[in-house]
């Protein structure tokens, strides 16, 4: 397991308040672990759309606006959707005073 994925697992962790989450249960190889990610990112109040397409995975906005969020394309699909939650949650965060997450 990389440091990027340790690192990733843990950023997805806070942010899904499971701080006592095992790296060892890595968001990055199981689909079952990262769905809920995608889908409490979608929940969010601004609104958020996941578009996953083969390898690529890409974050709007789903408002009238549709500005675009970010997109990563990576070697699968699973890497993909993984790294467009960690960057997704590094940009939200920095927009987010730490007290209110």
Known sequence: MTQEIIEGNKL???FMNQQGHSCKDAY???WNALMPV???IESLDT???FQICRKRATIIEDSMTQLHVG???EDSKIKSVFV?????ITWHNSL??????
């Open 84 to 88: 467009a939650c960690c960057n997704f």
């Open 47 to 49: 609104g958020y759309k």
């Open 96 to 101: 987010t005073p730490s007290s209110g997450r």
């Open 12 to 14: 997805i962790a806070e």
């Open 38 to 40: 995608v889908e409490k």
């Open 28 to 30: 990055a190889e199981n």
């Open 71 to 73: 997109t990563t394309k």
